[in-house]
């Protein structure tokens, strides 16, 4: 029976990394700048970091581009995100909009008005900025101690050197 080895997995064990570093530090370069651009401008946080509303509802007759044709007349901030859900073991689908602070009542008004329905089983549950920057501390924490955590481990099981 033959070694198992995973040298062998990769024939040409010869690679010249160091000739392909100008392109891969442009590169990282180009792709760190155009994070620090973006991330600002699209705000890619939901509802559970920012704080807002989650409203929940049902009826008949609702499809996704209604719900979104009827929300684009409401000035709230904020454009919302609608999402078209299905039960399980259940006919239909509902609807998960998450909404700007303090604008549920408003939604559910619009949708109700231009759709003729009265929406009263509709759920809302709101989340606060206060929670919201809480959570994103606590994420934040966890990022630096599992770096620490890895910097430690490297510099154990290696040298100093290659942990920076």
């Not at 998960?96 to 329905?117: F, K, S, Y």
């Not at 009265?118 to 606590?138: K, N, P, R």
Request: hydrophobic content about 50%; glycine content about 8%; charged content about 20%.
């Amino acid at each position: 029976m033959k070694k198992l080895s995973f040298m062998n997995l990769i024939p040409d064990q010869q690679i010249d990394f160091l000739s392909k570093r100008k392109v891969c530090i442009m590169g990282s370069i180009i792709l760190l700048v155009a994070s620090l651009i973006l991330v600002p401008i699209l705000d890619p946080r939901g509802v559970e970091l920012k704080g807002g509303d989650s409203i929940t509802l049902q009826a008949e007759g609702l499809t996704k581009a209604s719900v979104k044709e009827s929300l684009s007349d409401l000035d709230l901030g904020g454009e919302p995100l609608v999402q078209v859900q299905s039960p399980v073991g259940a006919e239909g689908e509902f609807f998960l909009i998450r909404a700007p602070d303090n604008t549920a009542e408003q939604v559910i008004a619009e949708i109700g008005t231009d759709h003729n329905h009265t929406l009263e089983d509709a759920t809302v549950s709101s989340v606060g900025s206060a929670v919201g920057q809480s959570m994103l501390i606590s994420s934040g924490l966890a990022l630096l101690i599992g770096m620490f955590a890895i910097l430690i481990y490297v510099t154990i099981r290696f040298e100093f050197a290659f942990a920076l």
